[in-house]
């Protein structure tokens, strides 16, 4: 079974700085997905950024991107410039492209990012 | 373009009632999702519908949970009778069910139940 680990239950960063949100996951396919979602407080999740594991370019969204590092399962997420509207839970997901649960999310247990102005 | 409803927003019960949720996932999406999210968790699917059939219901507790989606649109999750562990937030998220398409979930507001 596929599993998802965010080691950093909560980040804080400066406003303008940059922050890294690591993200490692289990699996034995070769073709998945991995996004990160964020979840303001009591707002709804939305998703920031997607990986196609197929895709060796690190996808970027604006002032997000990601390292991602297949050979080390690691999916790291890269605030650039950060924001107050930052300030959110940050969850890592995988979606395997297999089976009839190919749309199922499997998700970690977030990381808290706190702004600091 | 409307987004997922949910409704209630809020619902607190006691111990062994029931309870009911209701989803409306955006228009053209086939694929529905119910996820519980336990506070400081991320969240877990619980059951995944295409049309109005059963993907997959592996980790729904099937003795007190049930859900159904009429006609391929809106979907309905009930609990009966409900303990303490079931306070948590249910989400439900929908998405176009193309394969390989990498398929983004749109997530609606949950719902927040509190069990007491």
């Known amino acids: 079974a596929q599993t998802v680990t965010q080691s950093q239950p909560e980040m804080s960063v400066q406003e303008a700085e940059t922050v890294t949100l690591s993200c490692t996951y289990d699996?034995?396919?070769?073709?998945?997905?991995l996004f990160w979602y964020k979840q303001p407080p009591s707002r709804q999740m939305i998703l920031v950024i997607r990986?196609?594991?197929?895709?060796?370019q690190n996808a970027t969204e604006n002032r997000f991107s990601v390292n991602f590092q297949k050979a080390a399962k690691s999916f790291s997420l890269k605030i650039s410039d950060s924001q107050l509207g930052d300030a959110a839970m940050y969850f890592c997901?995988?979606?395997?492209?297999?089976?009839?649960?190919?749309?199922?999310?499997?998700f970690g247990k977030g990381t808290k990012l706190s702004v600091k102005p | 373009e409307a987004g997922v409803a949910q409704s209630p927003r809020y619902k607190i019960i006691e111990k062994r009632q029931s309870v009911a949720f209701w989803c409306n996932p955006i228009?053209?999406?086939?694929?529905l999702y119910w996820y519980q999210q336990i506070l400081g968790q991320g969240p877990k699917l619980l059951i995944q519908?295409?049309?109005?059939?059963?993907?997959?219901d592996s980790q729904l507790p099937k003795d007190r949970f049930s859900a159904e989606r009429l006609k391929g649109v809106d979907s309905t999750l009930k609990i009966q009778p409900a303990k303490l562990e079931d306070s948590a937030v249910y989400l439900c998220?929908?998405?176009?069910?193309?394969?390989?398409?990498?398929?983004?979930?749109?997530f609606g507001p949950g719902t927040r139940l509190t069990v007491t």
């Open positions: 998220a929908s998405s176009l069910p193309q394969k390989g398409h990498g398929g983004e979930q749109y």
């Open positions: 519908f295409q049309n109005n059939g059963v993907v997959d």
């Open positions: 990986q196609e594991a197929y895709k060796q």
């Open positions: 997901a995988y979606r395997s492209d297999y089976g009839g649960s190919q749309g199922n999310l499997i």
């Open positions: 228009s053209g999406h086939a694929t």
């Open positions: 699996t034995s396919e070769s073709d998945y997905y």
